[in-house]
Antibody, heavy 125, light 107 residues
Framework: QMQLQESGPGLVKPSETLSLTCTVS????????WTWIRQPAGKGLEWIGR???????RSSPSLESRVTMSVDTSKSLFSLRLASVTAADTAVYYC???????????????????WGPGILVIVSS | DIQMTQSPSSLSASVGDRVTITCRAS??????LNWYQQKPGKAPELLIY???SLQSGVPSRFSGGGSGTDFTLTISSLRPEDFAGYFC?????????FGQGTKLEIK
């Protein structure tokens, strides 16, 4: 069974860069999309972006100027970097598999079918 | 971005009750709608994908319906472990967006 695990600093200073890694086990990282989602305390879920195993990526328009994502297939992990953080970036960050289904007849569909447990990142000096 | 609106925001019910949560999209999204359950301190888990398909391992008391702009998640007979948060999410167009959530509490 697939497992994902986020790792990285739990405390980041304002204006610095948040860096997180998600390690995938139990299944191949190849030929899948991988996504980052965050959730401020007591609030809803916000999609940050997705990266394909080839390294191509797409981010939320509201964050794309600050987001960089990458994949290391040799280590079965993918990463997120969020630059110039502020207190508004304080949240639990989740990684997830972004499963795409294409039956060839209509627009492909996708859903987040496996999630990591999440990591709390606090932005504070 | 497509706005997703869930109702109610919170709901009190008893074990054995049948409950329905509604999700409305700001535009037609066909059946590109997914539902997740989230328990306190845990990551969300996929329940329903493509509006009505049950994810593997999810009990059959959960069902999803709807298309276009209006969708439902129904739990046919509540069990104690179902008291949790529920989120809908559209996958019709990027960026994927979520409803604000529905908190299902024990009456």
């Amino acid at each position: 069974q697939m497992q994902l695990q986020e790792s990285g600093p739990g405390l980041v200073k304002p204006s610095e860069t948040l860096s997180l890694t998600c390690t995938v086990s139990g299944d191949s990282i190849i030929s899948h999309y991988w996504t980052w989602i965050r959730q401020p305390a007591g609030k809803g879920l916000e999609w940050i972006g997705r990266v394909y195993s080839s390294g191509s990526s797409r981010s939320s328009p509201s964050l794309e100027s600050r987001v960089t994502m990458s994949v290391d297939t040799s280590k079965s992990l993918f990463s997120l970097r969020l630059a110039s953080v502020t207190a508004a970036d304080t949240a639990v960050y989740y990684c997830a598999r972004d499963y795409f289904y294409d039956d060839g007849d209509s627009q492909p569909n996708n859903w987040f079918d496996s999630w990591g447990p999440g990591i709390l990142v606090i932005v504070s000096s | 971005d497509i706005q997703m609106t869930q109702s109610p925001s919170s709901l009190s019910a008893s074990v054995g009750d049948r409950v329905t949560i509604t999700c409305r999209a700001s535009q037609n999204i066909g059946t590109y709608l997914n539902w997740y359950q989230q328990k306190p301190g845990k990551a969300p888990e996929l329940l329903i994908y493509a509006a009505s398909s049950l994810q593997s391992g999810v009990p059959s008391r959960f069902s999803g319906g709807g298309s276009g702009t209006d969708f439902t998640l129904t739990i046919s007979s509540l069990r104690p472990e179902d008291f949790a948060g529920y989120f809908c999410q559209q996958s019709y167009s990027a960026p994927p967006t979520f409803g604000q959530g529905t908190k299902l509490e024990i009456k």
